[in-house]
């Protein structure tokens, strides 16, 4: 069974402009979740989505969007880049409640210069 | 307080030993509690996941929940240097569909 697929993997983008990340789950799972890993601030949730629908967003500016499709796959975006916004991007992956496992898929990491 | 706490280490433990990595959290309502392995440059990898009061082990792991104390902790057994990473301790909170509120991570070394 494959796992948790994000593309791409590494990103350099300039500071102002916008990015779009991409997520695919483990097949049949039906929740995407998205978070931000940094040194300083750790790993935190940015939104969930469950049958394309955006079910909890966490702290983070309107800068920061995302989707779903019909086929769980989920993208996020990132407009008007700042300097800050470089991090490790990760998408994670379940099945559908919250008594099973959740699954991380590789990550996207994102250069802000 | 932060929501879920840990320390953040580094906890060195010799070769064969068992490393005990603990976790407290704030929200008496959480449901599910994960524990992840991250090694530098890497995502996390899910080690264990637990919901129910009590002890559940997976070879050389196990996991223990207290929701009373609001506590969970990882064994590893036969700790081997393969096993220094940092290790993420997550929780589902209160109707908080999927979202994971983590801990800052404690390093652990295993040295030969």
């Known amino acids: 069974k494959a796992g948790v697929t994000q593309t791409p993997r590494y990103l350099i983008k300039t500071r102002g402009q916008q990015v779009t990340l991409s997520c695919s789950p483990i097949?049949?799972?039906?929740?995407v979740s998205w978070y931000q890993q940094t040194p300083g601030q750790g790993l935190q949730f940015l939104f969930e989505?469950?049958?394309?629908?955006?079910?909890n967003k966490g702290n983070f500016p309107g800068r920061f969007s995302g989707r779903q499709f019909s086929n769980s796959r989920s993208e996020m975006n990132v407009s008007t880049l700042e300097l800050g916004d470089s991090a490790l991007y990760l998408c994670?992956?379940?099945?559908?409640?919250?008594?099973?496992?959740?699954?991380f898929g590789p990550g996207t990491r994102l250069t802000v210069t | 307080q932060k929501e879920v706490e840990q320390n953040s280490g580094p906890l060195s433990v010799p070769e064969g030993a068992i490393a005990s990595l603990n976790c407290t959290y704030s929200?008496?309502?959480?449901?599910?509690f994960f524990w992840y392995r991250q090694y530098s440059g890497k995502s996390p990898e899910l080690i264990m996941f637990?919901?129910?009061?009590g002890d559940k082990e997976d070879g050389r792991f196990t996991a223990q929940l207290n929701k009373a104390s609001q506590y969970v902790s990882l064994l590893i057994r036969d700790s081997q240097p393969s096993d220094s990473a940092t290790y993420l301790c997550?929780?589902?909170?209160?109707?908080?569909?999927?979202?994971?509120?983590f801990g800052a991570g404690t390093r652990l070394a295993v040295h030969p």
């Open positions: 997550a929780v589902n909170v209160a109707g908080g569909y999927n979202k994971l509120i």
């Open positions: 994670a992956s379940r099945y559908m409640t919250s008594s099973e496992e959740t699954y």
């Open positions: 637990i919901y129910s009061n």
């Open positions: 929200d008496r309502g959480s449901q599910s």
């Open positions: 989505y469950f049958s394309e629908t955006q079910r």
């Open positions: 097949s049949g799972h039906r929740s």
